[in-house]
Structures are given as structure tokens and as C-alpha cells.
């Protein structure tokens, strides 16, 4: 039995990573700023002082863990605040990381969602990215304010991916892959919403996807759940893209 943190534990794909790991046995600490019947803490990963407090209740509860899996997140839409998107998307998964770091057991595994916008977005703006990457939330969040959610939010997650890519090596030496999930057009509530969006939520319907649906969270789950396994021993410092084919057929050059 594992013991693994979850955030965003109370909805969607978050939900489903949750339970799909209580089924096979491990323990789950879910984290959510909504209230839920598995929701172990109760925190907004806003800001640092939520973040912190987030991390010192994770620890009470379990001085070591064997991984973290980073759901928490907002999507991007047309009256979206961005500087708030960017402080929950990004800050919200990379500092909670990094202040449990020093609990997560050598033969763990973290796994950051991502998303498929990062390729099938090509316009996002990845200076937004590049700021993210330099860790000042302040400055971070003046960058994002001047971008629409629909460029914000590609960015936020491309510098998740690219935040993996930097620190795989070093977390590496200590035993601790770090990976991104980086999935399409799932169903859950924050598509939910964006399909109220009055500028995009029609044209989401028209989403490419090489199977002709949607994904559901579950499927994405069990992705998750294979990253953080043993089974992916040799899997490090990657973006797995869970899509459905949007992104082979958005990309059908890219290797
Ligand atoms: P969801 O809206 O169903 O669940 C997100 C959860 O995060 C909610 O329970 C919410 O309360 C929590 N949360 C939001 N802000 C928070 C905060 N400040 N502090 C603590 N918890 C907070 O969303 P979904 O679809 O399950 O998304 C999960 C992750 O997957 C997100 O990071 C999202 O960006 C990403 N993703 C989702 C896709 C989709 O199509 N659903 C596609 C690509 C990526």
C-alpha cells in the first residue's frame, strides 16, 4: 500500500485518480478547496499561505508519502482571471511539490496535469511560460493579466511540462520521477463551464478527436495511475498526452 496526495480530489479527473487508487489498495490524501466526502484538507492552492498550510496538514497526516499527483486547476475562458489562473494552474501544483518534497520516499513519483492545448494551441503566448518558470508569483500574475484565458491557460500548462522536464534529473538522484499528464477534451465539470464560455463554449463541439468523443476521467485516471506505478520505472521527466488522437491529428508531423 502507497500512500498518495491528490489534489483537486473532489471533482473530475482528480476524482477519479482518487478512487481508481483506493481501489488497488493505497491510501489517498485528497486536498480540494471544495468540501468532499474523501477530501482529507480543506485548502485553497491560490496562494502561498493556503499552499503552506496545505502542506503542513498533508504532513500531519503522513510525515512520508509516495507521491503526489497535481490536479487542481482551472480552465481558461473568456472572463477568466488570469492572474488567478496562473497562481492556482501553476504555483498551486509546483510549490505544494516542492514543500513536500522532502517527504515523498525514494521510489516515488509525482505526476502534473497538463493538457493537449500546449499542442494543439500553437499561438499561446510561451513567454507567459517562460515568467512562470522564474518563480515570481507576483510578476507572474501581472504577465498573465494581460492575456485572455484561452491563451493563459495553454501557458500555464506548458510551463508545468516544462517545469517536469527541468527538474526530472535532480529529483531523479533522489529516487523521484517527476512526469506530466497532459490530457484532451475529458469530461468533467470544467469542460462543464467552459461550454458556457459566450465566446468558445460552441465551438468545442467541434474539438478534433480521433475517436470521436470525449475522454472521460476515469480513462485518464488509469494513465495517471500507471505513471506513478513501479510499471513506469523507466518513464521520467515527460509529457504522456491522453487524447483521444487530437493531437495526431492536429500534429501528424510531430513525432
Ligand atoms: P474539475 O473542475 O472537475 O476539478 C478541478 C478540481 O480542482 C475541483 O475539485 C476544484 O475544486 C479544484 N480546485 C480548483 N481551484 C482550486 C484551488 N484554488 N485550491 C484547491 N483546489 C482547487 O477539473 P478537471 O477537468 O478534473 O481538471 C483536472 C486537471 O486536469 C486540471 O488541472 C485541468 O486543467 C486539467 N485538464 C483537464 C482537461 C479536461 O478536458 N477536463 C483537459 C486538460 C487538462
Not at 521510489?107 to 493537449?116: E, Q, R, Y
Not at 478534433?208 to 495517471?224: D, K, M, N, T, W
Request: charged share 20%; net charge neutral.
Amino acid at each position: 500500500m502507497n500512500i498518495y496526495v491528490v489534489t483537486g480530489a473532489a471533482s473530475g479527473i482528480g476524482a477519479a485518480t482518487a478512487q481508481l487508487l483506493r481501489s488497488r489498495g493505497h491510501r489517498v490524501i485528497g486536498v480540494d478547496r471544495s468540501a468532499g466526502e474523501r477530501i482529507d484538507v480543506r485548502a485553497d492552492l491560490s496562494a502561498p499561505a493556503g499552499r503552506a498550510e496545505a502542506a503542513s496538514r498533508i504532513r500531519e497526516l503522513a510525515p512520508q508519502i509516495d507521491g503526489i499527483v497535481a490536479c487542481a486547476g482551472i480552465g481558461g475562458g473568456t472572463d477568466t482571471d488570469t492572474a488567478l489562473l496562473v497562481s492556482i494552474n501553476y504555483f498551486g501544483a509546483t510549490e505544494l511539490i516542492e514543500r513536500l518534497r522532502p517527504g515523498i520516499r525514494a521510489g516515488g513519483a509525482v505526476v502534473v496535469l497538463a493538457s493537449n492545448s500546449i499542442t494543439s494551441s500553437p499561438a499561446y503566448p510561451a513567454h507567459l511560460a517562460r515568467v512562470l518558470l522564474r518563480g515570481d508569483e507576483a510578476r507572474a500574475r501581472a504577465v498573465a493579466g494581460r492575456f485572455h484565458g484561452a491563451l493563459a491557460y495553454p501557458a500555464s500548462k506548458a510551463a508545468l511540462a516544462w517545469w517536469v522536464r527541468r527538474h526530472a534529473a535532480d529529483w531523479a538522484r533522489d529516487g523521484i520521477r517527476l512526469n506530466a499528464v497532459a490530457p484532451g477534451l475529458t469530461t468533467t465539470p470544467l469542460i462543464a463551464e467552459r461550454r458556457e464560455d459566450r465566446l468558445f463554449g460552441d465551438r468545442l463541439d467541434a474539438y478534433p478527436s480521433a475517436l470521436g468523443r470525449e475522454g472521460r476521467p476515469e480513462e485518464v485516471a488509469e494513465v495517471i495511475a500507471f505513471t506513478l506505478s513501479e510499471q513506469a520505472s523507466l518513464v521520467v521527466g515527460t509529457t504522456i498526452i491522453v487524447d483521444g488522437g487530437t493531437d495526431a491529428l492536429e500534429n501528424p508531423y510531430r513525432p
